[in-house]
C-alpha cells in the first residue's frame, strides 16, 4: 500500500476511496453523492485527483498478493492502521468522516463492512459518527 504525506489531500482522500469501496462495490450514486458533495475540493485536490487516489487504492489492493479488501478493513489491520494514521489533524479527521458518511450513505445502505469501518474510524480516532448519521 502506498503511503501519502501526513495529513495531505491525499491521505484524506484514500480514506473517503476507501469508504466508497466498503461494501464491495462502487455505484453511481456513490459516485453522483460524491460530486454532489465537492469532495475532491473540500478535501483540496485537484480535478480529478479523487478518481486517480480511488483507482490507485484499486491497484495497491489487486497487486498486493498478501492483501485483499477484507483484510484492508479489518479492525486490527496493520495496514488500515497505517493508512488511518497518516491523519493526525483532528480538523482534517472530521470533515473525512463526515465524507466518509456522505459516501457511505449514498446508497441509502448502511452494510455491515460500512458499518464495520465507521466503527474503525471512530475507534481509531475517538468520534462518535453514529451521533451524525442518526441526525442527517
Request: proline share 0%; with cysteine.
Given at each position: 500500500m502506498r503511503t501519502y504525506t501526513s495529513n495531505s489531500p491525499q491521505a484524506a482522500g484514500r480514506i473517503v476511496a476507501i469508504a466508497l469501496?466498503?461494501?464491495?462495490h462502487?455505484?453511481?450514486s456513490e459516485l453522483a453523492a460524491v460530486h454532489r458533495a465537492r469532495i475532491?475540493?473540500?478535501l483540496g485536490l485537484a480535478p480529478g485527483e479523487f478518481s486517480t487516489i480511488l483507482r490507485?487504492?484499486?491497484?495497491?489492493l489487486l497487486t498486493n498478493a498478501n492483501m485483499d479488501w477484507s483484510d484492508a478493513c479489518k479492525l486490527d489491520s496493520d495496514i488500515m492502521q497505517q493508512v488511518l494514521l497518516e491523519l493526525e489533524d483532528p480538523v482534517l479527521r472530521a470533515e473525512v468522516l463526515s465524507l466518509c458518511l456522505v459516501a457511505i450513505h449514498a446508497d441509502r445502505h448502511l452494510?455491515?463492512?460500512e458499518a464495520q469501518l465507521l466503527?474503525?474510524?471512530s475507534k481509531s480516532w475517538?468520534?462518535?459518527p453514529w451521533q451524525r448519521l442518526l441526525a442527517s
Open positions: 469501496l466498503a461494501d464491495g462502487l455505484n453511481s475532491a475540493e473540500r490507485e487504492l484499486c491497484e495497491d452494510s455491515e463492512s466503527a474503525v474510524l475517538q468520534a462518535n
